[in-house]
């Protein structure tokens, strides 16, 4: 809980994710997400879980994940059968698997998610069929609606100091062809399949289980230029057969079946478990005997435990508290500036305070696309604490809009976004510094004034274009007197495969070259450009005046450093730089 609560308000985030091997064994994961929802869903951050094993999606935890929002939801069958989910000792059947569907589909989830494995010890053809059959099953448990399930494939790796350390992979064609037979069994509607890549999977199990001359492979496939290879668009398998060709080594007979006399690559290696166990427990699985949960039912004698340090730990469930939050009253006295800016809404009658916020972006900051600024805006307000209200829903937002979209590359001093606040604000100016405070240095809040919704206006706004040195100065001149003399400028657009045509004449209100500036040589090449930005359709941008009618090229567009300083509304009320 300390970490969440320090995590989020360090950072801003709206999610925070309980991350661990197994999420659904820590035996006090219902208490645990009662006490951080009811902490952080005022604040609108929401909870995300991994995979879940199917025993462990109760009602209670999916109640408690969908307070907020609802993140994603990953249950994991493993296999397809109970047979085989009995070899692998999971103890889920496939009724506790639709049971939990069905409650996930009733609480309002229309996406799941599935996770199998394929080469799991004994699979058979049968069991392959029974992953599209289960998919297929599920989806049915839905009540209507719009459901996708996505079934996602993984080729199974054996690891060292487990039961199933001796028995051997899928080759590469093995794991492609079973593959290529879900791909063309699971129904297309409503499902999708997604597998890991079997090249990927191959040298996980190489590595798994390999011996120390893997090293050599290693150092020779990097020098032959892997790198990254966890991404698919760096991998290249072909890298590391040509290196194993250059050693000599069968990489394929590192994936073979082991036989249980021969001494393995790390059995000089103490986990903890004993080999004995492990030998117990290949053995039980192949006859389907389960093994319970030694927190529950006993010691199992895997020679883990010296019940001194190292001991089984469980956690009973706190009792259910019930969570208080006192309704928002408007202040009984407010300033003119709040009185602007409260309205209501229909349902319940709750105040809103409605504030802009201008600031400038600058520097760095003209690098930024626009939902990368919007995604530091929205982390800074929640590091300030500030009471925003949210949109309804499964799936609430910030009540923040934003001006128009800062093409990337273009500095401004006139930004703004509106905020909607359930309580008034004591100090704007002691606002904006906080809010400082928690932003970058390119972007700085300059003043917040409460304001009231209204209707958005067509406005000119005003640039200042620096032009870099490879601009023909003549040239521009002479291109700008005879576009300012003609009486239309028709360019051609093509959207949506239609073309269209677009006057830039009438969106040009100025333009002209300052002939000398306060900032001495730079303003010898300073173009001033006003442009009409009509609300709700086509205007034009800044460098597309720049190459279609001054004739610069595409390149030496992108070198003008562009700053937007002045928007006036056509109604008349002006933003001032």
Known sequence: MQLAKEGVHNSGFDELALLSLSTGDYSNLPGLLVELMD?????????????????????????????????????????????????????????????????????????????????????????????????????????????????????????????????????????????????????????????????????????????????????????AGSRLDGWSDHFLVERWQEAAEQLGMDLEAYLRSRDQEQVLPWDHLNCGVGRDFLLEEWQKALDQVYTPDCRTSGCQKCGLCDFKSIRPLTQEPPEKKESKKEPAHPPEQESESVRNSWTRTEQGQQPIFRYRIHYSRVGDGRFLGHLEVLQLIFRGLQRTGLPILFSQ?????????????????????????????????????????????????????????????????????????????????????????????????????????????????????????????????????????????????????????????LGLSEEQSQLVRIMKCRSQELEGYTFAN
């Open 39 to 223: 902490h952080f869903a005022e604040e609108r951050v929401s909870v995300a879980l991994p995979s879940m094993r199917v025993g462990t999606l109760t009602p209670e935890v999916i109640e408690q994940i969908r307070r907020v929002r609802k993140s994603g939801f990953t249950v994991a069958p493993e296999a397809g059968t109970d047979r085989l989910r009995e070899v692998i000792n999971k103890g889920i059947t496939e009724e506790d698997l639709l049971t939990g569907c069905r409650d996930a589909f009733a609480a309002g989830w229309n996406v799941i998610k599935f996770y199998f494995m394929i080469g799991l010890p004994t699979e058979t053809q049968e069991d392959l069929e029974a992953i599209i059959d289960l998919a297929v099953r599920a989806k049915k448990e839905a009540k209507g609606g719009r459901i996708q399930i996505n079934v996602s494939v993984s080729t199974f790796v054996p690891k060292p100091h487990t039961p199933f350390q001796w028995h051997g992979q899928l080759s590469i064609a093995e794991t492609k062809e079973r593959i290529d037979f879900l791909k063309r069994k699971l129904p297309h509607k409503g499902f999708r399949l997604k597998w890991h890549e079997p090249y990927q999977s191959f040298l996980e199990g190489l590595f798994s289980r390999g011996d120390r001359r893997l090293s050599s492979l290693i150092e020779t496939a990097w020098r």
């Open 393 to 549: 829903g499964f799936n609430p937002s910030p009540k923040v809009s934003f001006s128009p979209a800062l093409p990337v590359g273009v500095e401004s001093h006139i930004e703004y976004f509106d905020v909607d606040l359930s309580s008034p604000l004591k100090d704007p100016l002691e606002t904006a510094a906080l809010l400082n405070i928690h932003l970058p240095d390119f972007l700085v809040m300059q003043e917040i004034e409460a304001i009231r919704k209204k209707p958005p206006v067509d406005q000119i706004i005003s640039y200042q274009c620096t032009l870099p040195e490879s601009v023909d100065l003549e040239q521009l001149v002479a291109r700008s007197t005879e576009f300012l003399a003609a009486d239309q400028f028709v360019i051609e657009r093509i959207r949506k495969q239609k073309k269209r045509e677009l006057d830039l004449r009438t969106l040009v209100k100025r333009l002209e070259l300052e002939a000398e500036g306060e900032e001495g040589e730079e303003g010898d090449r300073m173009l001033l450009l006003d442009l009409l930005h009509p609300h709700g359709s086509a205007g034009t941008s800044t460098r597309e005046i720049l190459e279609k009618v």
